[in-house]
C-alpha cells in the first residue's frame, strides 16, 4: 500500500490553489449578500475580508518561519497534541461542511439559472461525482486543473465588465459609505470567513519550498481572488444599483445575461456556465481534500485515498440535508461564524501561546 | 436353393442400405484438447530423468565410437611404420577437449534432453549439429542452413556454417566466408589455441566478427541473419554479421507528410533507421543502447539518446522500464509503448510515434529518449506532453508566423473535435437562449420533419462518419478514399432526404470530423474523438453543465498524467521555463533555453544572440 507523500507544488499551483479557495462564491448570492448588509459600501467590505485574511494569513506564516513544519506542527508544537487534535477535527469538519453546502448551493444556483427542469439529485450526484473524481485525483490534479480555468475565469470576467459599460451609471456608488460604518465593520471582519480554504497553503507547507514561497502564494492568491471580487461587487453595483441588485440571486449570471452588443452577441451567460461549474467544482474538491487530509492526520493513518469515497458520499448526504435554498443561506450564515473562529481565533490563540511559551523552541525553517 | 437365398439375401441388403441411415466413414473430427501441462507438473521427475540419463548415454556413446575411430586410425598407422601426421595429433586434442566436455558432472549439469540457451558450443562438430537440431527442430523445420567444409589448412579443418536461410545474404556469405576460408593458403598449424582469432583477423574481411561460446549467443545470432562458424576442436564459434533480409528501401513519409523539410521515413531495418538519424545527428555522444526483447521473438529495441543533453535519470528510468518487460512475444514498437508508458489504459498517448528521422533528431537535441525497434517503422520519442503533440514537424520549416498562425488554427480545431456535438446539442436542446433567434428558428425548422431527438441524430452520424473512416481504411488501394467520399456524400444526401437527420447536423458532425484530422498526431486524434462521444452523451444528460463536468474530469485526468515522470501538462501545469514553442512558436534564433520540464543537463541550446552577424558590421563598412 502506497503511504502518503506530500506533492511538490510551485507558486503557480499555490496561487491557483488560493484562488480556487477563496473566489467561488463570487459566482454565487455572497455579493446580493454583502449588498444587502452594506448597501453601496458593500465593495469596501469585500475589500476589508480580504485585508483581514492576508494578515492573518501573514501571521500564521510568521509562526510556521519560527518553528518550521506545517500549520499542524506549529499547533502540535504551541498547545499540544490534544489541543491540537481537537483544533485539526474543527478545521476538517468545517471544511467537511463548507464543502457540502457549496455543492448544495452550486447545485441550487444550477437549477436557477442553466437547468431549471432538472432533477436536483441527479445534479447533486453528478457534481458530487465529480468532486469524488478530483480530490482522488489529488492536490496537485486540483491545482494544475485550475491553473488551466484561471485564465478563463478572468478573461471571462474582464469580458463581461467591459461589455457591460453601456449599462454603468456612476451615481450607484453613492453614498460610500452606504449603511454606515458599524455594519461595514462587523461584516468586513466576519467576511473573513469566506477566505479560510487558504489556510491550506500552510497545511500543505511541506509541499511548498520555503516560507518565502507560500508567501507569493498568499499574496497573489488572496490578492487575485480580493481582485476579482472587487471588480464584481463595482460592476454589480455601477449596473443594478442596491435596490434591484438586493433581487438578484445569482449576480454573476444577471450580469451576463444583461450584455447586449448586437443582434449576434446577445445573453452570454450560457458559455459561462461551463466556467463557473468547472470553478465550482474545483472549489468543493478542494474543500473536501483538505478535510480528508485533516481526518488523516486525526485519525493518524499512513493513506489519504481510501478515505475519499467516504467522506464524499457523506458530502453528498450532508448537502441534500437543507430542505431548501433558504436554509442553505442560512446554515451558511452560522459556517461563516465557525469560519471566522477559524481564521482569527485560533491563529492569534497559536500567536499568543507562540509569544508565552514557544519562544523556546525556536526553530526557524529559513 | 443356396442361390435363391443369396438372392434375397442381396435384395434385403439392398433395400436395407437405401432405408436405414449409414454412417460416413469419415475420420472423427478434430477436437482441440486441454493442455495437460497441470498434469505434467504434477508428474515426478522421474520420466526426465530417464531421458536426461538416456542422453547422457548417448552423448558418451557417440564419443566413445568416435575414440574407437581414432585408435583404429593410430594403430594402422603405426604398424605402416609411418610417423604420426598432425591430422592425428588434432584428432586427438579434439577428443581430449570433448572428454573435459563428457565429464559426469558437466553432463548432469547441461541438461542434454532440455537443451537450454547456455549450453557451451562442444568441441565437436558433430555434437554442435546435433544441439542445432534439438534446438530448432530439425528436420521438421526448414530454414536453417548448416553447411560443413573443410578449411584446406596444414592439417585440414572441419568447418561448418550455419545461417538462417533468408534472413543473412547467401552472395555475402559465399564472398565474405566460404570464399577465404576455402582458398586458404595458410601453413600456419591449425590446431593452435589462436586459430580462431587468425582466422578472425586474418581471413573474414567483415568488420563485424565475434567469437561465441554459448547456444544463447549462437541463437541470438542466428535469428537475427548472422552466420555462425563452428570449428572442429574448438570450443568457440565465430560470428559473422551477414545481416541481410528483404526490406522496404528509404521512402517517403506516410502519416506525417509535409510540403517543407525533409522527405525521409523511417523503414523496418533497425540498423537503417539508427543510421538516419545518425545521419542527422552527428554527435560523438549519441548514444546507442541495444536490449533484446521478448523470449521468442527476439527483437532488438535500440536507446537512443545524447549523453550530453539527456537527464541520467531519465535515461536510467526508460532502460529500466524497458530491461524489465518479461514477455514472449514483443514485435512493434507501439506494443513496446503499451509495455513501458504511464498510462496504457488511457486513451492519450505519453510517447511520440513518428515515422521521421528529423523529428526524432529534433527530440534527441531537446534531451529526449528515442526507442527503435526492429521491424517497427515508428519510432517512439519520450517523455512527451500534450501540448508537443500539437507540433508538427513542418512549424520549424515555415515561416514563424505563419507556423504560429496553423498551430493556433490547430488548438482551435482540437476544440471543435472535442466540443462541437456536444457544445450544438446543449444550446439547441437545453441553452436555446444563448443563440440569435434567427439561427434557432431555422434550426428548429431543418428539425420539423426529424422524428429523432438531436442526441440520436449526432450519434447515428457520428457512428456513421467513424464506419466510413475506419472502411476507408480497410479497402484496399484507391477504392478506399473513393468510396469513403462516394459514401459520404450519399450517405449525407439520402440520410437528410429520408428525414432521419437534420442538415445542421450534418453540417456539424462534417466539421467535427474534418477538424479532427487537422491533430498532427494520430493517436491523439483518436482520443479526442473518443472523448467527443462522451462528452456528447454527458450533453444529453445536463446540457452544457454535463459538458462543462465532462470536460473538468478530462482536465483533472490529463493534469494527473504524467510521461516518463514529466507531468503531462507542462509547461502550463505545472507552469515551466519554456522556449517559444508551446502554442506559438518562435524563430529558430530565440530558441535558446531547452525545454525546462526535461531537466536537462545542458540547459542552453544556443546564446541570448545566436545571430552573431547582427553585432558585427558589414564587410567594407565604414567603423568610424
Sequence with gaps: MKHYHPPNMGIMSGVSLVFIGTAPRVFLHQSTEQLSINGEAAWLGVLMNSLCSLIMMLIVLFLINKLGGDFLSVCNKLVGKRVSWIIQLFYSLIFLISAALLLRDYVESTKLSALHDANYQLITLV???????????????????????????????????????????????????????KPLLISGFRGAGYNLLALLIVILAPSYQNVRTMKVCFLWGLGGSAALKLLYMLVFLLTFGVEVGMEKILPFFEMARLVFVNHYLQRIEAPFIIIWVMFGMLAIALSLYIAVYLARHILNLTILRPLIPLLSVLTIAISMLPENFDQVTKYEGLLLNAEAIGIYLIPLMLLVAYFIKGKDEKCSSE | MILDNKLITKIISFFKKLILYQEPALPDRFVLQENDCDAKALDSGFPQQITQTLEELNTLLRYAYRLEHHLETVVATLRQGKRVDPQIIQEYQSLQKQQRENEPLQLGYYDNSHISKDYPVSASLKENAIVLSKLYHLPQNTGIVMRPFTIPETPSLKAMLVYMEGLSDKKYITTVVLKPLMTIQSQKSTSSDDAIERIMKENIPNGKTKKTSNFRDIQQGINSGSVILFLEGFTEAIQVDTKGWEHRNVDRPVFEQTVRGPQVAFGEVLAVNTSLIRSLCRSSDLMSEEFLLGSRSQLTAVVMYIESIANPSLVAEVKRRIKSIQTDFLVDSDVLQQMIGDHPNSPFPTTASTERPDHVASNLSEGRIAILMDGSPFVLVAPITFFSLMHSPEDYSMQTPYSSFIRVLRWICIIIALMLPAVFLSISTFHQEAIPTDLALAISVARDQVPFPTFIEILLLDMAFELLREAGLRIPGILGPTIGIVGGIILGQAIVAAKIVSPIVIIVIATTGLTSFVIPDYRLSAAIRLMRFLLTTLAAILGLVGVSVGLLILLLVLCNMKSYGIPYMAPLAPKTITGLDVVIGGPAYRQERRPDVLQAKDVTRQPHISRGWIEEPPEGSDQS
Design chain 1, 127 to 181: 457534481y458530487g461525482f465529480t468532486v469524488m473524481i478530483a480530490a482522488y485525483l489529488r492536490i496537485e490534479a486540483i491545482a494544475r486543473a485550475g491553473c488551466f480555468v484561471l485564465p478563463f475565469i478572468l478573461v471571462g470576467s474582464i469580458l463581461v465588465t467591459i461589455l457591460l459599460y453601456p449599462f454603468y451609471q456612476i451615481y450607484q456608488l453613492l453614498p460610500l459609505l452606504g449603511n454606515g460604518f
